[in-house]
């Protein structure tokens, strides 16, 4: 059973009532776009609740535009700050990420957007789907982590609907559209290849943070930037669309394509290619997320065709970006095997962030993670905690660092 369900009852489309958000992670790339949104069409969406890690002053200013009924800091001793800003505005504030799980299954909320990163976000879409939420899923870490175990929750729980915001994906969506699941050969998950794309080995393996900061297309938070860099965004992308559209991993394949025009495709059994184009902007698959696959009038700038006579594609170079295996490594082995290697990732990426270690110690550390961790073929939810719980602690020891999180 795949996870999205691409026919949509026109019924659900038509609907033009205001839908009520949850927005996790309202202060980073996706949460500021998504209120973008809001405040252009503030006739169908309100940003009910608003939540955020740490970033406490510009989540008081975003909680003053918008005026949600409740606003959730993750980091518990800055709710007294918080607090004292927006009280005095009748907006209620909590702390902690179970303050975040209980915002995730209010009765308040029609639609959760997983904005925040990383496993973070696993708990809360959890959450969510238990309480039969619809889901604008951009967190896939939700779905690296715990692949297996959300395509079980979601079966149990059919009133809950996850639309994925991430483009590829979003791309692949549109394409499924009005389609038979039964005649796809492939689904293509176009990459830019990152700001390595060109560079030689020797010269990616010392890269330094602000070399994978600068990424060519897209204007992203920095845990992903460097993920686009190793390539492991790519990897973590097929694990993705192989919980979302329930195709087998042989047939999901990665191609770079720099432009990132191309946001994906999908190929049929005739041998018909659709693809879903349109300038590099996340309000587009934000947007049809948010209306539950439906299009919104002038979300995104047209793309001029004219000025497209370049598109190229090709294929990825496994030798540059080794992180790429780990997506048929975790498809063959399953289990808690990529929950590993994402724990591994984000101590290994916040070390990278901070100067302590060379680009090429990221795919390192993550491969030498997994060779020490504990294997769980069958994981439920408490394994997933103890497995990223363990893989930071391995990563952490891997690279003499202490875990600061
Ligand atoms: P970001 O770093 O810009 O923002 C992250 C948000 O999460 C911030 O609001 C932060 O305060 C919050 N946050 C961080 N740690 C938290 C925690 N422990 N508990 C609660 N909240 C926490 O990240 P982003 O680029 O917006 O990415 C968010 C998610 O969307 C990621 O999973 C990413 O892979 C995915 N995504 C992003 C893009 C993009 O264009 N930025 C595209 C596709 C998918
Ligand atoms: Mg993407």
Redesign the pocket.
């Known amino acids: 059973m795949p996870i999205f369900i691409f026919f949509v009852n026109l019924q659900d489309m038509r609907e033009d009532s205001l839908k009520r958000l949850a927005i996790?992670?309202?202060?980073?790339?996706?949460?500021?776009?998504t209120l973008d949104i809001v405040r252009r069409y503030p006739e169908l969406y309100r940003a009910e609740v608003l939540?955020?890690?740490?970033?406490v002053d510009?989540?008081a200013a975003l909680a003053r535009e918008f005026r949600p009924s409740l606003v959730?800091?993750?980091?518990r001793e800055l709710e007294g700050r918080l607090r004292a800003a927006l009280e005095p505005l009748g907006i209620a504030v909590s702390s902690g990420?179970e303050a975040?799980c209980a915002a995730a299954e209010s009765p308040d909320v029609d639609m959760v957007v997983?904005?925040?990163?990383?496993?973070?976000?696993l708990e809360?879409t959890v959450r969510a789907i238990r309480a039969g939420k619809e889901i604008a899923l951009?967190?896939?870490?939700?779905l690296v982590v715990a692949g297996e175990y959300i395509r079980r929750l979601m079966a149990e729980n059919p009133s809950a609907r996850i639309f994925p915001?991430?483009?590829?994906h979003s791309a692949v969506a549109q394409c499924l559209a009005g389609e038979d699941p039964d005649k796809v050969r492939r689904l293509i998950i176009t990459a830019s290849g990152g700001p390595f794309r060109t560079w030689e080995p020797a010269r990616i393996a010392q890269a330094t943070a602000a070399d994978a900061l600068r990424h060519p297309n897209?204007?992203?938070?920095?845990?992903?930037?460097v993920?686009s860099a190793t390539m492991l965004?790519k990897a973590?992308e097929l694990i993705e669309a192989h919980y979302l559209f329930d195709i087998p991993a042989e047939r999901i394949e990665a191609v770079v394509h720099p432009q990132s025009i191309v946001h994906s495709m999908v190929e049929f059994e005739d041998g018909a290619i659709k693809a879903q184009l349109g300038v590099p902007d996340?309000r587009l698959?934000i947007a049809y997320a948010l209306g539950r696959s439906s299009r919104l009038a002038g979300v995104s700038e047209p793309l001029s065709l004219e000025k497209m006579s370049n598109l190229t594609f090709e294929a990825p170079d496994e030798r540059k970006f080794p992180c790429l295996g780990f997506a048929r490594l975790s498809l063959e082995r399953r289990g808690t095997t990529a929950c590993t290697v994402n724990g591994a990732n984000e101590v290994a990426v916040a070390a990278f962030l901070q100067g302590r270690i060379p680009f090429g110690r990221i795919y390192s550390t993550i491969a030498r993670t997994l060779e020490r961790a504990t294997f769980i073929a069958n994981p439920d939810f408490a394994d997933y905690v103890a497995s990223n719980a363990e893989s930071r602690r391995l990563a952490a020891e891997e690279l003499g660092i202490a875990l600061n999180?």
């Open positions: 996790l992670g309202a202060t980073g790339s996706i949460g500021m776009q939540s955020a890690g740490s970033r510009e989540l959730v800091i993750a980091r990420p975040l997983t904005a925040t990163v990383g496993y973070s976000g809360p951009a967190n896939k870490e939700t915001v991430d483009s590829e897209w204007n992203m938070g920095a845990k992903i930037t993920d965004n973590f996340m698959p999180n």
